[in-house]
């Protein structure tokens, strides 16, 4: 079963492994019922023993009597948390020696990280700036800053009733020089009553200017 981060999965590891300890199903059948392989099963049974292996399972006056769910069962723990997938080492890992001086002058001069990387490079630790802040980062010496957010009254969206309406309330008027913008705010403010001719072409030259029709 591959890696995963579900917060469930220690749930129901529990519930498979309880098929297999507490009614003695084979492992084969309880994986079946769980809907996962029987290698995984197996591996979860291992690892709930791990985990258990200061409770006493078995009574060793009375071997074949199975385990009483009263008195032993009570005290297992039943869920099987999921391992942690960070690397067990990295070559490129900041060494002890050098967390510790950092640790050291950052408790006795209590200073920022520019000034401790300037102590540790006058001594010869050879290590850079960002290494010094992502170590006071890492030790908790340091305080992320948590910007706050100002609050705004919403904006209203603007009504839109036919194609065009949203583009030009936006950027029609923004994105034209300033002599398009005036002679498009004059030919929308001309008079609805006018003649034939005017009135055919007004349109086209607005749509030629703003880019869009008029309202």
Not at 35 to 43: A, C, H
Not at 52 to 77: D, I, M, W, Y
Request: one cysteine or more; charged letters at 25%; proline letters at 7%.
């Amino acid at each position: 079963m591959s890696y995963s981060n579900n917060p469930l999965l220690p749930k129901a590891r529990a519930e498979a492994v309880r098929l297999v300890v507490e009614q003695q199903l084979p492992v084969a059948v309880a994986a079946r019922k769980s809907g996962i392989n029987r290698t995984t099963l197996w591996r979860w049974k291992q690892r709930w023993l791990e985990v258990n292996e200061n409770v006493q399972l078995e009574n060793n006056n009375r071997p074949n009597r199975k385990p009483g769910s009263k008195f032993r069962l009570a005290a297992c723990t039943w869920r099987i948390p999921t391992a942690s997938s960070r690397p067990h080492g990295c070559k490129h890992a900041v060494s002890d020696a050098v967390v510790d001086r950092i640790r050291y002058y950052r408790q006795w001069y209590n200073r920022c990280a520019v000034i401790v990387h300037a102590y540790c490079l006058r001594e010869g630790t050879k290590v850079s700036l960002s290494t010094v802040r992502r170590v006071l980062r890492r030790l908790g010496f340091v305080a992320r800053k948590h910007y706050n957010k100002k609050w705004r009254p919403p904006v209203e969206r603007p009504k839109a009733n036919k194609p065009g309406d949203l583009w030009f309330q936006r950027s029609g008027f923004r994105s034209l020089p300033l002599a398009r913008r005036r002679l498009a705010c004059v030919l929308s403010r001309a008079p609805t009553v006018m003649p034939e001719w005017q009135s055919a072409t007004l349109p086209l030259l607005l749509r030629s200017v703003t880019g869009c029709w008029p309202t």
